[in-house]
Every structure is written in C-alpha cells, then in structure tokens.
C-alpha cells in the first residue's frame, strides 16, 4: 500500500511542481502590458540617455573659438596599450620667434580602440573625454580611422603653464 | 440564420444541379483541395504568429512588431524569405528521400485534416472510423521524420530521427488508450456521434474522474507526439542543434515548421472534439437564458475557440517547462502514463457500464 | 583516478559538438564518442580563440595589461581586474585606500551577481526552458546600467587600476544598488518557482555528472563548480584579500558533487553575495578612491602571485618582473581551464542531453579557457 502512496505522492508533488511554473509564466502572460523588457531602439533614440560616463569614442574637446587643450605631449599615445592613436605633432613659431611643439593632426582609429580608458586618465591638461555615441557602423572600415582636431585649431592660450604647474 | 453548413449544402446542390454527378465530384474535390491548402497555409501563418506573441508575453518581450500593424505580417514575409532561400542537399544525401520527406510530414497533416469536424454540419468525410482514421494516419509522419533525419547523412539528424521514432512509436499508446476512454463512453468512433453525444454536457464535464485524467494524459501524449517541448527531444536545439531538420533550408524546412503546427492544430481540434464538446456551445443545466446566448455564437466559432485554447496550453508548457531526457521520456511513458491511463481506461469502461455518468 | 582508456570501436559514434554549436557557449570544440545516447568519451579541442593574451602583456605595461584581463573571463571582467591590480600592488607594496578596497568589493559581487543570473538563464536554456533566460536578463540588466553609470562600459570594464578604482563611485550608485536589490529580492524566488523546484529539471540534474572530492581536487576543479562536491575552495575565505576577513558571509559547501548540488551551490552563492553588497553599500568609507602611484610603474625583480575568487573559480595572476616596465612573463591560472579538464571523467556514461547539462553547471567561458 505504501508503494500506491509514493506513486501517487510522487505524481502530485510533479503536478504541483509544474502548475507553478506554469502559473508564473501565466501571470506573465496576463500583465504582459505592463512589464517590458526590451527597449525599443531606433524608436527610443529621442529619449535614450547614456550616462555621462558611458564610454563612446574619444573626442578632442573643442570649445567655441574652435581651440582645444591639445599640447601634443603624446601622453595619451604611449598609454593606449593597442596603438588607436597618433599624434603627429609640428612646431609652430611663438610670436617671440622660439619654436613651440604643437599637435598637428590628432589620428584617432576608432577600429582598434577598447574603450579603456586609459588615455583620458593619461592626459594631463583634460584635453580628450569619452563621448555617449555608440552608433558607430560605417560601410568603410577607412571612415572609422578619424582625425580628432578639427581644421584650423588651435591651442587654447594658458595650458601650457597649466600643465606645467 | 448563417452558417457553415448552409454554404457547403447550396454549393453541392448547385453543382449536382449544373453538371453530371461525376464532373460535380470533381469540382468538390478541387474545392475541398484549395480549402485545405488554403486552411494549412493560414493555420501556419497565425499559429506561428500565436506563438511568438506567446512567447514574447511569457518573456517580457514584444514579440514581432514591425511588419505590419502589431507585426501580423512579419510570418508572411519569413515565408517569402525561406521561398526565395536556396535550398541546399548535402553531399552523400539520399536525395530522393531527403526531397520526399518534408512533402510526406506535409501530406499527413493535410489528410489528417479530412474527418475533422470543423462546425456544426461541416465536414469534409464524415466517415465511421473518424478517430481511428486520424490517430492511424497520423503516425506515418514518424516515417517522414526517420526519412529526413536517415536521408540527411548527417550524425545530429540521424539521432534526432531516432529519438523521434521511439517517442511518437510510445506515445501514440497512451494517446490511443486515453481516447478510447471517451470513445467507450460514446460507443462510436464517428466524430459526428461524438460530438453528438456531448449535446447535454461536454465530456470532461460529466465524464468524472476517468476522462480528466484522460484529458491530460491525452494533453501530455500529443505534446510529445507533435515533438512540441518540453518533449522536443527529435529537435532538441541545445543538443542536437536542430535534429531531423538540421540538413534543410529554404522551403523544405518551412514545411516541415508548416506541419509542426498544422499537427498540433489537428490533436487540438481533436482533443476539443472528444473532451470539450467540439463545436457545440457551452450549455449549463436547464438554465435556458444562458443557453440562448450561448446557442447565438456561431459554432465555428466555438470549434476553433476550443481549439486555439487547447493550443495556447501545449504553447504554455513549451515557454514553462524544461526538456526532458530521452530515457525519462520513456521513463515517463512506459512507468506512468500508460499504467494509468490502462487503469483510467477499465475506470470508464466501468462507468460506461454502470452508465454513471450524466 | 584510475579509469580505463577507453579505445574506440568501429561502431562508434563520433560527434563533432562545436566549435559551431548552441551548448557550447562559444567555440569550444568536443569530439564525443558515442554509444547510441551515451557518451563514452569527450575529448576538448581548444585553440579557437586563443589570443595569446599572455604572450601581449609582456608588451604592454602594468597598467595597460590589466584591460586584456577583461576579455578571458568576459563575465566576471571586475574580478580578472582586481587580481591583476592587486598582484601589480603587490610588487609595488603600494597600501590601497581604504574606500577604494570597499567598492572593489561591491564591483567584485555584483560582477558575481551578474555572472551568476546570466548562468543561470543559459543553464535553464540548455536543460531546454527559454524564458528563464529573460528573467535572467531583466536583474542582469540592472546591473548592467549600475556598471555603465560609474565605470563607463557594461562588460570589460578596466575600472581597477594599480592603487584602487579608475573613478569614485557615481552619486547614484548606492540608490541604484538598493533598488537592484529590493528587487533581486522579490525576484529570485522566481528562479526557484521556475527551474529549483521544477521535477523535469531536478531529474534532469539530480545525480547525473558526478565527481567525488577527491577527483575534483585532483582535476584542480575549483570554484562553484567544486564546492558542489565539498571542496573547499573559496579564496574570499581561505586567502582573504581586500575587506573580505571583515565581511560576514558562508561559504557554501554541497556534498552532493552532481549537477543540482553545483546548481545549489551558485544560487545559494547569490543570496550570499547580496548579503555582502548588503554590507557594504551603506559602510562605504570616505576618502581617496586611489593611491598616489607614480605615472610610470616599475615593478621591482621578481616574481609576484595573486589569487581571487572569480565567479567560476580561482583566478591566479603570475608576474615575473626584470624590473623594467612591462612584465617579463605573465601567467594566468584560469579556473575554467580545469573545471573543463574534468568533463570526460563527469560524462562517461551519460547521455548527450546530460552532457549539456554538466557543461552548463560547470559554467565554462570559453575565452578564460584559451585566453
């Protein structure tokens, strides 16, 4: 007789076991409205909010007059342990005549890039941040190897001795 | 007052009127023919969109939303996807059986189609043998499988073939037994009779304890013999990849997705046919108000009412519930369902006898 | 651990699972000799994704070697950090704050907590159920956005850099952290109503895959994946590092050594964890999130080790230094390695549906076993 009460015992406790699975997959079901998940993407774009810190691209931080703090120091190019960039430096003339190191073209190959962070950490003046976009598929692997100064820059007067302090 | 079978009567009158018997059977033939191909690719159609709204409600999804308002369209145009694939034949493939088999799992499900009745009157063969004609011919569609999987030279869709072979071979028994129950209680195999004989109550309301437990063992048995989770070991995707129909491409794997869902569309309908009353209305007691109400709503709706819920339940388990592993699907089987649904079956056949039931 | 070898027959089956396959959780490659459904044999072929991370940190400098880190164990990137972090500290006998040790602590169990929602939703869908996954992915996910908010990337991270963390702690982090959990809370019930309780999957994992003590030590399985079968293993408690000796949580311990006791063992390790960020997140002390360290880092001649619990295992860190600037040979012992080494013995026997079910409560990442 007992053998029938484990039988049955049995069969119920796997019944019961596989109604409440059941019923939560059934209540999820129900309120199927309420509780989503996913996001929406292209439709959400408007409102999709990436925090501050996410880490999108590199950019050189240009302010309205179109000047940087860029010193070429190249610091940012020996702390990218993957060789995304390359800052190919010239030297300008002071109006005193001495010649001054400056950034030429900031070459930044988004394609080889990690995102980690290293070269924001490296950078001495603040000069490059993390940008939020992420949208970042071209249809030409040569569009993602950028140029991060935008043409006629230049150096922001005072950084130097900024960063000399 | 309108209905299926006012149609389909004036239609055979006027072409026994116009034209000689012979040429009238023709033409009934290729009308019948259309409406089937016609009823499989809609059947296909929403039953795979039923499924992946399903799916995505129980997983806090969407589901498919950009074709289309609320995405109907989107199983039409995966349809014209895999029409347009090229579908592949591996080398070292037995080709005529590789192209045979999804044509053979097709064939069987659009046959099976035939004794159904899908409203009051409408019918397309109401022929005396109803339930044992579709349980019969319905397991051809394990030879399609074992042809597919042996077809395909290839080792993952052999495997799945056989698995598929030793589950729907053990599960037809407890599918089998578990219809019989109603079938002694009816005393016919006429699905005609059947639903005849739930005109004062459906099966499982005045069946008793015997056809519950034949309702879900026969739940359980079709679940496993249509290869839906948790018994879809033949295609088991995290081991086998996509067993049987890991070798086919373009049309030919629609097919066979086809007939995956035009099967468990046919053991739904039976279910709801011998358990919940087929196209009759629900009816309670001598309460003739509500009675009225329920006789207004077509019985075609009511058919496929039952049919489409029965449907989301096998949905259900397959969103729920783990896979099973090929010996405790036997396990399953051989050590629970078919002892119980043999004792079930001597339970109703007491009944029928001592005619307790309503 | 004597086992007969195991010659193969004419009539056998030989199964190429991967490198291409659903239950490999990347490209792992089996060969698997079968008899019908049982599997006599698993034999891993490794090598698809080597990337030889080792050999390119001898190139990189001490502190651009640990992102690397971030991409074996991509799920537990947080952790790989910290034991690279913590092994170049070593060498440089640098004291990190005391602030900067507490959320290396909350980072390292939250990366857990993720690792182990994400197991668990892939365990669920190999033993055949989809929607746990979803569920998984829903807490998952929260951690995610925390992650994104302060360290700035949602997987491979490279928040820990030598003297503490890159950044101090986002201002919504400790609120974020509290929703999280009051959440989790309510939620992880779910996963027990879902697949703990459900009879399918415990017949699915109860007794299958066994491995007794002493072969899980011998294999050098470690993490979860041992403790299921009563090793004790965890180097939060054994070697305690960071703020651990100060925490109070249990190690968990099964004794069962199948499938459901290695289950048992990370959801179980999950309750544990909330517990620690439990702890820490209203304790977290003020002051400097790192140590001053000079900018170019000159390990001194030697040879340096670290060890952390990562959420599959030990991770150990093995620097040789010349005394320059970049290692002069790195070596990572990475806990799936071994976990993977004792598959055949845990197979032999089963069937095929069994061995997607070791696999996935070994949790093996594939890039930690080539690295």
Known sequence: MSFVKNYIGEVWGAVKSLATGMKLTGQYALRHKKEKITQQYPDNKDTLKLPERFRGEVVLIHDENNEHACTGCTACELACPNGSIKIITKFDLTPEGKKKKAVDTFVYHLDLCTMCNLCIEACPTDAIKMAQTFEHSVTDRNKLIKVLNKPGSKIREGVEEKKSQ | MWSLQNIADKVHDWLYLTFNPTLAML??????????????????????????KVSAWMQLRLGPNRVGPKGIFQTMADTLKLIVKEGMTPDGADKLLFHIAPFLVMIVAMVVLAPLMFAKGFQIWDINIGVFFITAVSSISVIGVLMAGWASNNKY????????????????????LSILAVIVLTGSLKLSDIIASQENGWWIFKGHLPVWIAFVIFIIAVTAETNRAPFDLAEAESELTAGF??????????????AEYVNIFVVCALGATLFLGGWMPLHFGTNTQFNKVMDYIPSVVWFFGKTFFLIFVIMWFRWTFPRLRIDQLLHLEWKYLLPISMINLLLATLIAIMNWHF | MTEEVVITDQDDLIINVGPQHPSTHGVLHLVITLNGETVKKVEPHLGYIHRSIEKMCESLTYR?????????????????????????????????PPRAQVIRVLMDELTRLASHQLWWGALAMDVGALTPFFLAFREREMINDIMEETCGTRLTMNYMVPGGVMADIHPNFQRR????????????????????????????TKGIGFISKEDAISYGMSGPSARGSGVQCDIRKLYPYEVYDKLQFKEIIESGGDCFARYMVRMKEMKQSMSIVEQLIDNIPEGDFQAKTK???????????????????????????????????????????????????MTRGQKIGDMVAIMGTLDLVIPDIDR
């Open chain 2, 157 to 176: 869709s052999l495997l799945g073939a056989m698995r598929s072979g030793a589950q729907i071979v053990s599960y037809e028994l407890s599918a089998g």
């Open chain 3, 64 to 96: 651009q070697f640990i992102y690397t880190t971030s991409r074996m164990d991509y799920l537990s990137s947080h952790i790989n950090n910290h034991c690279c972090a913590m092994c170049v500290e070593k060498g440089l006998q640098v004291e990190v």
């Open chain 2, 27 to 52: 033409f009934e033939f290729v009308i019948i023919g259309a409406l089937a191909i016609g009823l499989f690719a809609m059947l296909g159609l929403i039953l795979i969109y039923m499924e992946r």
């Open chain 2, 245 to 258: 129909h890991t070798e086919y491409s373009g049309m030919k794997f629609a097919l066979f997705f086809l």
């Open chain 3, 295 to 345: 900018n170019v880092l000159k390990l001194p001649k030697g040879e340096f080790y670290s060890r952390v619990e990562t959420a599959r295992g030990e991770l150990g860190v093995y620097i040789i230094s010349e005394g320059g600037t970049t290692p002069y040979r790195i070596k990572f012992r990475s806990p799936g390695y071994s976990n993977l080494s004792a598959l055949d013995h």
């Open chain 3, 177 to 204: 952290v509290h929703e999280f959990l009051a959440h989790f809370k309510r939620k992880i019930d779910e996963y027990d109503e879902l697949i703990t309780d459900n009879i399918i999957f415990q017949n699915r």
